[in-house]
């Protein structure tokens, strides 16, 4: 048995069902779908219902093919019908068959070169007329085929056995399915999704709808499959991966449903394009060539047609954009430009140092692949992940070499992030409002700063605030670390900017931190305030837009103050 045969992604499948004339064969006949692995991984499916001299018609159907799964409806066997004499030798059968009454039955025949199994945990009961089973495909997922019957339109019960077992299927991790079979719902429209109008037993149709919406499953046949109706479906997972579905007519009453699915998506590769470079252009010559075309097609305005007038300005216009205008033809970008030519060959060298130290045993061939694995471990780190293209041109990479960690310099620190203290003083203390004091305790100081802070006299340069709660906090530790410094590079136009963060702020607290800065720094320019999400609680009593009012009112009367920007928060309920 073939323990991995690998699969194409493209699987072209073919569905055939329905009843032949009973005078064509005078024997119980065997219907079925034809689902076929190629060699060169191709798939076909074929659906049929009540077909005569069975392991005949099955060889003329799939002649010039070879034919590796068989899933079938309404078989009409019993247990006293043995494979062999149904199908030939090299096919693995997965039946059930109605014991007491005639007509019925589904099975699904695989090739024994395929690794597969029945899957009897997702049949949902013993009467029920759907059988599953499994594929193992090497390199790709697994695929899970199915074949239903239903036999009757108004019966309930086959539906929500379906609906058991496709819930049970949906649940399996990373599993490709692929359902089949003649479902006998015809009061469908699938093409709109819609009901048809007067169509009976309209719950059922629902419920089947329901099901699929439920469990992600989409169904692929739209046009008629018999008569005016779908009753032949196609249900996958996969829906995307289908490009390709014709109906073909059918060698019953039922046609012939041609699909092409991909078991596993393929990955389009970019093609190379041209991609003109406008700012290289000469753009004073095609000024002028157009200036002498437009002289042209006016002097042709009365003896030439539009259209001749129009081809001759794109034939024109074409002209002068491939030849004044450079291109650059692009292709895919390499996502992994660290592993180099001699990475690739050291992976290589390390894989068949593998497979000989596996097959030997050697301990001298262990060292060696031991050796090899760990250059190969240090080389991307060392070589290839650090290395840039040098940006003078030629194609060459530079190495970019970090300092020895004694010689690397500490970050700058952020001095005039928030007011120093000396070492015998206490800490600035942050007093938080309690829920009953009145709103307007909030205007006393709460933080208390240093007013007369030796260390750090107010700056000749004009000053930026930016108040605010953790968010704040977190932004000025991270200038500490940028190359533009704790002012962003604001410096060269003479501001300078002032971080003051407090994790869980509130905006009442605004007014008390900027009385203080007053005192410790000099007049500011513009003032950024932002409290977070720590006053939205306040936003439904009103205590949020009253604080605000009143931050207005006392600090727009302050004639220092050019311009004060604030934003309000609303809570969306």
């Not at 090739?111 to 199994?117: E, V, W």
Request: charged share 25%; net charge positive.
């Amino acid at each position: 048995m073939e323990t991995g045969r690998q699969l194409h992604k493209l699987f072209p499948i073919m569905m055939i069902i329905g009843k032949t004339h009973p005078c064509d064969y005078s024997n119980p006949v065997v219907g079925r779908i034809i689902s076929e692995f190629r060699t060169d991984y191709n798939r076909l499916n074929k659906y049929c219902h009540q077909i005569g001299h069975t392991v005949n018609l099955f060889i003329q159907l799939t002649s010039g093919t070879s034919v590796n799964i068989v899933i079938g409806t309404e078989t009409w066997l019993d247990p006293t019908i043995k494979d062999i004499e149904i199908f030939p030798e090299e096919y693995t059968l997965y039946r059930k068959d109605r014991k007491k009454q005639q007509g019925g039955g589904v099975l699904i025949a695989i090739k024994s070169d395929f690794i597969s199994d029945e899957v009897e945990d997702l049949t949902p009961d013993a009467k029920s007329e759907m059988v599953w089973a499994k594929i193992e495909i090497k390199g790709s997922r697994s695929l899970y085929i199915s074949s239903f019957y239903n036999p009757k339109t108004s019966d309930e019960q086959s539906i929500k056995w379906f609906d058991t077992s496709v819930k049970r299927a949906t649940q399996i991790k990373n599993a490709a399915i692929l359902i089949g079979g003649d479902f006998n719902l015809p009061g469908w429209d699938w093409k709109n999704k819609i009901l048809k109008p007067k169509s009976t037993h309209q719950n059922i149709h629902y419920d089947f709808g329901n099901t699929l919406d439920d469990t992600g499953l989409v169904q692929l046949i739209e046009y008629p499959t018999r008569k005016d109706n779908i009753l032949d479906l196609m249900i996958t997972n996969l829906p995307n991966q289908v490009p390709r579905i014709e109906i073909m007519p059918g060698i019953s009453d039922h046609d012939i449903v041609f699909m092409e699915f991909k078991i596993t998506p393929s990955k389009l590769k970019q093609t190379p394009r041209n991609v003109p470079i406008y700012n290289k252009a000469n753009w004073e010559t095609i000024k002028k060539e157009v200036i002498n075309l437009q002289h042209t097609i006016q002097e042709k305005v009365n003896t030439h047609t539009v259209d001749e007038l129009w081809l001759q300005f794109k034939t024109k216009l074409n002209e002068l954009v491939s030849e004044h205008i450079p291109h650059k033809k692009l292709t895919s970008k390499n996502k992994t430009p660290w592993v180099t030519f001699e990475t690739r060959k050291l992976m290589k060298k390390r894989d068949r140092l593998y497979k000989k130290m596996k097959k030997s045993g050697n301990d001298n061939m262990r060292n060696k692949y031991k050796q090899i694995k760990h250059q190969f471990i240090t080389m991307p780190r060392g070589r290839g992940r650090r290395r840039r293209q040098d940006p003078v041109g030629g194609g060459r990479e530079l190495r970019i070499r970090r300092a020895p960690r004694e010689q690397q310099q500490p970050p700058v620190r952020n001095e005039r992030r928030r007011p120093q203290v000396e070492v015998d003083e206490d800490a600035p203390v942050v007093r938080r409002r309690r829920v009953d004091e009145p709103q307007l305790v909030a205007l006393q100081p709460d933080v208390e700063l240093q007013e007369n802070e030796p260390q750090l006299a107010a700056l000749a340069k004009n000053d930026i605030w930016i108040i605010g709660s953790s968010l704040v906090k977190k932004a000025s530790e991270h200038t500490q670390t940028r190359a533009t410094g704790i002012d962003l590079g604001l410096e060269k136009l003479g501001y300078s900017i002032v971080w003051i963060g407090h994790s869980g702020m509130l905006w009442d607290m605004v007014p008390s931190i900027i009385t203080a800065l007053l005192n410790w720094r000099s007049q500011p320019s513009i003032i950024l305030i932002h409290c977070g999400g720590n006053d939205l609680c306040n936003i439904q009593n009103g205590k949020l837009l009253y604080n605000i009012r009143l931050f207005i009112l006392l600090y727009n009367k302050v004639d220092y103050f050019v311009e004060l920007l604030y934003s309000i928060v609303e809570l969306l309920c």
